[in-house]
């Protein structure tokens, strides 16, 4: 079964930048859409942006144009580069797989990492 690890969360100061990586285990991860989310203190967590399977991207309006996802299938890995990065970025931010796209949007499966927290502080 799929099992997904986050790393590259850290403290960045506002304007800053930060990858983001997702490993993947299980052999799904290669044709499935994938998506990060995020969740910051007293928060719900939100879809930040999604890969589908045509290559094609989804982003959250607050992070067009600042983030951008990737994959590279070989590796089994899922990146989200994260630039001019402002305060209320900050959240614990979750890979997902196994999801679906519906009408261009995506909807989260039932696999989650456990998390990287990102902090935008001066």
């Known amino acids: 079964q799929v099992q997904l690890v986050e790393s590259g969360g850290g403290l960045v100061q506002p304007g800053g930048s930060l990858r983001l990586s997702c490993a993947a285990s299980?052999?799904?991860?290669?044709?499935?859409?994938m998506g990060w989310y995020r969740q910051a203190p007293g928060k719900q967590r939100e879809l930040v942006a999604a890969?589908?399977?045509?290559?094609?991207?989804n982003y959250a309006d607050s992070v067009k144009g600042r983030f951008t996802v990737s994959r590279d299938n070989a590796k089994n890995m899922v990146y989200l580069q994260m630039n001019s990065l402002k305060p209320e970025d900050t959240a614990v931010y979750y890979c997902?797989?196994?999801?679906?796209?519906?009408?261009?949007?995506?909807?989260?499966?039932?696999?989650w990492g456990p998390g990287t927290q990102v902090t935008v502080s001066s």
């Open positions: 997902n797989a196994n999801g679906y796209s519906s009408g261009g949007r995506y909807y989260p499966g039932g696999y």
């Open positions: 299980g052999s799904i991860f290669s044709i499935n859409p």
């Open positions: 890969i589908l399977r045509g290559g094609s991207t």
